[in-house]
């Protein structure tokens, strides 16, 4: 009597425990989009920010994006291109 109750609830204990890790809703956005987004969020400066200063000084935001248009080489930080988008005309 004990082996059969026993079965059961190996059976029954493997039947739920498997709906436990199925992931059953994803969060709508491409690897894509997300990167486009953080590429974004680092042009803006408000990307990286240190734990203990959220949301980030004015200070650090200019000093992220005087880094990110070092790094990057571009004259306005702020005007990133984002995947999807076209690149804006050049001032004549």
């Not at 199925?22 to 408000?46: D, P, Y």
């Not at 920010?49 to 702020?78: I, S």
């Amino acid at each position: 009597m004990k082996l059969p109750g026993a079965i059961a609830v190996a059976a029954l204990s493997l039947t739920f425990g498997a709906h436990a890790f199925a992931q059953t809703s994803t969060s709508g956005l491409t690897r894509a989009q997300v990167m486009a987004q953080l590429q974004q969020a680092q042009a803006e400066g408000t990307v990286p920010t240190h734990d203990d200063d959220y949301p980030p000084t004015a200070a650090e935001v200019a000093r992220n994006r005087e880094l990110y248009a070092l790094e990057h080489g571009t004259q306005d930080a702020g005007a990133v291109r984002t995947a999807g988008t076209p690149a804006p005309a050049p001032a004549l």
